[in-house]
C-alpha cells in the first residue's frame, strides 16, 4: 500500500488481495508506532468515567456487571449538562432516561443493548418527545 507521497507503508501488506486493509490488529512493523486501538484503549477504567466508554466497551461493562445502567445513564446526562452551552441537546428528559434505565437494572433478561443510552434526533417522530425536525 502507497502512501499520498507513493511511498510503500512500512507494516501493510502489499498483495494485491488485501489492498486498503489495515494490518492485523491495526499493527505496523515500524518500531514505535502505534498498536492500534486496542492498545491503547488497555488502561481504560471507569475510573475515566462511565460517559467516555465506547458502546462496545459500555454494554461489556454493563453485562459484567461492572456498571449499572442507571450510573451509566446518569454520567451521560450530566455529561449533557455539562455541555449545554453548545447546544447539542434539543430536549431531555433526566427523569424519563433514569426510569428506564432503573427498568433495565432491574429486568431478568436483557437485550444485547439494554442499558447503553442513546439520543435521538428530533427528525424521529416518538410518542413520548417533541419532534421539531430540525426548527426551533
Not at 515500524?30 to 458502546?55: C, D, F, Q, S, V
Not at 449499572?68 to 430536549?91: F, H, N, P, V, Y
Not at 424521529?124 to 419532534?131: G, L
Request: glycine fraction near 12%.
Amino acid at each position: 500500500m502507497l502512501d499520498l507521497a507513493g511511498r510503500k507503508r512500512p507494516g501493510w501488506p502489499s498483495s494485491r488481495r488485501s489492498v486498503g486493509r489495515a494490518p492485523a490488529c491495526g499493527r505496523t512493523s515500524a518500531p514505535g508506532r502505534a498498536l492500534g486501538r486496542t492498545a491503547a484503549l488497555r488502561g481504560r477504567t471507569l475510573m475515566n468515567g462511565p460517559e467516555r466508554l465506547t458502546a462496545s466497551e459500555a454494554v461489556a461493562q454493563l453485562t459484567a456487571g461492572a456498571l449499572t445502567a442507571e450510573g451509566l445513564t446518569r454520567a451521560c446526562l450530566e455529561q449533557a449538562r455539562a455541555g449545554a452551552e453548545i447546544k447539542a441537546w434539543a430536549w431531555l428528559d433526566p427523569e424519563q432516561a433514569i426510569a428506564q434505565a432503573r427498568a433495565v437494572d432491574r429486568a431478568e433478561r436483557k437485550g444485547l443493548l439494554a442499558g447503553a443510552p442513546v439520543g435521538i434526533k428530533d427528525i424521529i417522530d416518538t410518542v413520548d418527545m417533541p419532534t421539531g425536525h430540525g426548527s426551533p
